[in-house]
């Protein structure tokens, strides 16, 4: 099946709606689905959506309750995200974030009770808009060993960091682990190996074998610096923000109960230290330096962190975005038991 952008956020927002979320919610969930899915990221897409009405249903996800600020300074905030839908929590804690930025040089601004929110890169990108820099972290349910150890205990902890350029801003949005679950799960459904380094069994030992993958750890991104780096985001968007952290961390994977996570997010103005456009200049300037040097072997091009997604969501706004068939299926059977007709809305246009 493809879709079109605005034929996945109809479907989305139409969904939502229909279990009490609020316009404004439901377009900010389906914008930020929508955003995953044509940036490459179908984790974080349309994908999702079966998680988020689960939620709901069991009253774990809660439409239209409202954040709290529990604590606040100038430049600083603590939100209780009163278990709303992680990504409209997320947009109001960065909005709250931009606006410090815009008074005070910086905001930074902590989350817990909130859910999964999908793409870290959306709420660093809503900083680029205003010329801010954004810092977007969050964290997930244990699944990636520490360095040296055995068990699941670090989540696949977020890190985005959107910075404001020309002719495209720097986006780099990515996870700690090598892989994610997701692709360790998939490699299992069509029986396939997966390659070395994604992840360790039970007793330690790098596999290929996804069974004993998914029953074992994955493994943190570059190694001990990649775990050193994921330990510390644990610790911003989970102890510094009154969320969990380690084994504590549950409901981003299935939102069975209240889910414990956290999110820390940063706003940042370059006008605090120079002028907007001589910073634009300068970054202008080193992207500039990085594409015209020397190619390494095989590769005729480099790109800056937020390319290849870039890339992908001009193709897919012209071609449309490929649903896979379970997940238009798993939607279909959805949809039939809200009683909405996914075909109909999607022949809307
Ligand atoms: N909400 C959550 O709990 C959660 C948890 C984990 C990940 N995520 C999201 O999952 C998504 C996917 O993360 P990922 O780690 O699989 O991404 P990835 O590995 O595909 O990309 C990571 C980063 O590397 C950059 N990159 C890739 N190729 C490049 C190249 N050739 N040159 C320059 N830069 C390049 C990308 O632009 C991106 O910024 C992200 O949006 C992330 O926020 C969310």
Known sequence: ??????????????????????????GIVAEVLGEGDLRGFGSHGILRLPYIIRGIKRGTIVPQSKIKIVKETLATALIDGNHGLGHHVAVQAMKLAIEKAKKHGIGAVGVFNSNHFGIAGYYAEMAIKENLIGIVITTTDPLVHPWGGVEPILGTNALAVGIPAEPIPILMDMATSVASRGKILEAMKKGQKIPEGWAIDTEGYPTTDPEKAAKGALSPFGGVKGYALSFILEILAGSLVNAAVGKEVHGTLEPKSFCTKGDFMIALDPQAYTLVEEFKSRVKNFIVELKTSKKAPGFNEILVPGEPEFRTREKRLKEGIPIADEVWNELKQISQELGIDLNYLKDLG
């Open 1 to 26: 099946m493809i879709l079109t952008f605005e034929q996945e956020k109809r479907i989305i927002q139409t969904l939502l709606k229909k279990l009490n979320a609020s316009g404004e919610e439901a």
